[in-house]
């Protein structure tokens, strides 16, 4: 290891090498990483740091509040949620088979006589800035991964299944990883997500209304998604439609995908909405990205299903309610991996 990585980690951390027989080095999970002062772990090999990282950038006009909630039998990070003003950056690292989900949460304030914290958009309910295992309150953006799945190929997408609250953009950073995709002719390692502001052009019907107390009717500061708005199975993809047979997209998800035509519009959109590079990069999350900079399509998928696909539609025209589709969808979950299970096991056993 690094002897500059090993002075910022100690006296706080424990090492214990843990290795799979029949691995080499950096696939087995070795030198389990137990950072004793926030109780979270992360992965390094003697090539130094093999946790993915996330760089967190808010370029909105205000204050965002990221929050962070993660799959099933996935370890937390050390922040589950923060703030970040206009122009800052946070860089967040996950286990390399993370998976789960973030989103920006907009609005937010403490109540000075309960001291209750809580947000107008995104809000998870848990009374203060860390989320703590609770998830976004539609609606909200969602960015999606779940990091070395099958194939050994990390996936991620952004959903404005549950609706949308505010522009946000994933930059893979690893060229190296778009490279290889390109190369072998499997992934689709691109950037994706909902570059633009959706709020002002809502439907109607799917507004989410901050009260003016101007008494101009306020302002729209979200926009729902059709299954939260109206709980129809059709727009849900339950019930009798809970398949990709039966649930199609609607009128109102159409709204959303003409908008934003890489995201996930409703529950079986993934053909366009999924993309996946190579396990072991990093990744760029962005609030309110210049559209300037990431230009309709622009770095073109690998993946032929997605090749024709732009980042942005500033085309899009709502053409009104119908009733066949659309809906709420589960996070993508990643399988825990079994050396994490065996070095929380021992770490446990060493302080007991």
Known sequence: MDPSKSRRLLPHTIFLSVVVPGEDLKSSSVFLCFALISDKFCHFSSLGAICARFTITNNCGYTVWPGVLSGAGTAAPASTGFSLSHGESRTLDVLPSWS???????????????????????????????????????????????????????????????????????????????????????????????????????????????????????????????????????????????????????????????????????????????????????????????????KAGENAPANPSGAAVPLINDTMVFMGMDYSGAAAREPPLATTAAAVAVGLAVAHWLFL
């Open 100 to 294: 789960g989900r973030l989103w920006g949460r907009t609005l937010c304030s403490t109540d000075p006589s309960s001291g209750k914290f809580s947000c107008a958009t995104g809000d998870c309910g848990s009374g203060r800035p860390e989320c703590s295992g609770r998830g976004a309150s539609p609606p909200a953006t969602l960015a999606e991964f779940t990091l070395n799945g099958g194939g050994g190929l990390d996936y991620f997408d952004v959903s404005l299944v549950d609706g949308y609250n505010l522009p946000l953009l994933i930059v893979p950073k690893a060229a190296a990883s778009a490279a290889a995709a390109a190369a072998t002719g499997v992934g689709n390692c691109t950037s994706t997500g909902c570059a633009v502001d959706l709020n002002g052009r809502c439907p109607s019907d799917l507004r989410v209304i901050l009260s003016d107390s101007g008494g101009d009717g306020g302002q729209s500061v979200a926009c729902r998604s059709a299954c939260e708005a109206f709980g129809r199975p059709e727009f849900c993809c339950s019930g009798a439609f809970g398949s990709p047979d039966t649930c199609k997209p609607s009128s109102y998800s159409q709204f959303f995908k003409n908008a934003c035509p890489r995201s996930y519009s409703y529950a079986y959109d993934d053909a366009s909405s999924t993309f996946t590079c190579a396990a072991g990069g990093d990744y760029v999350i962005t609030f309110c990205p210049s559209t300037t900079s990431q």
